[in-house]
């Protein structure tokens, strides 16, 4: 319900919402992460969007009882929540946590390969048996999340205007 309310907003703005979540920590706390086309998302930003989100969410009252509206970035080991997601950062680092365990376990970390109609390809890492392809239905992800590696810090650098290899060498 709060996706649907504050989407079309974030669109107007010129954001892309990224999640909404609800969680218990420090009370009741309403998450709205989102972002530019470009990947960025500025203090700047998330000032500007919760001065115009906070009004309508009061309107609309979707949440039942009082929560803490918490309007934020992705940040680099950004959230992957939809199927474009991991089109998106095919060749990253990602860590998986399934609904249900795949081998006897729950997380998995490896390299998105792709995805293949509702289902994504990770090269995972299984020591003595080396690198093997786990396909997994989206649906059967509970979440997932990229892993913080010296490239994406390079990435974000570069959107900066800032060389990375200065900061990481």
Same mark, same amino acid.
């Given at each position: 319900m709060v996706a649907e309310l504050v989407e079309p907003v974030l669109t107007d703005? $010129?954001?892309r919402l990224v999640r909404v979540r609800i969680t218990s920590e420090r009370g009741q706390t309403l998450q709205i992460m989102a972002e530019r086309p470009d990947g960025t998302m500025t203090i700047d930003d998330c000032e500007a969007v919760s001065r115009v989100i906070s009004p309508l969410l009061d309107v609309e009252d979707p949440i039942a009882g009082e929560y803490t509206l918490e309007v934020s970035s992705p940040g680099l080991d950004r959230p992957l +929540?939809?199927? $474009? =997601?991991?089109?998106r950062w095919m060749g990253h680092e990602a860590r998986i946590d399934l609904v249900r365990? +795949?081998?006897? #376990? #729950? #997380?998995?970390?490896g390299i998105i390969k792709? +995805? /293949?109609?509702?289902?994504?390809? @990770?090269?995972?890492?299984? $020591?003595a048996a $080396? &690198?093997?392809?786990? @396909? @997994? *239905?989206? =649906? =059967?992800?509970?979440? *997932? &999340?990229? @892993?913080? /590696? =010296?490239?994406?810090?390079?990435? *974000?650098l570069k959107r900066q205007g800032k060389q990375g290899k200065d900061f990481l060498d």
């Open positions: 703005m $010129g954001y +929540v939809r199927l $474009g =997601d991991f089109e365990p +795949v081998d006897g #376990r #729950r #997380r998995h970390r792709g +995805v /293949t109609g509702r289902s994504v390809s @990770v090269l995972v890492d299984e $020591g $080396g &690198k093997v392809e786990m @396909v @997994v *239905a989206f =649906d =059967d992800i509970a979440e *997932a &999340k990229l @892993v913080m /590696t =010296d490239e994406l810090f390079r990435m *974000a």
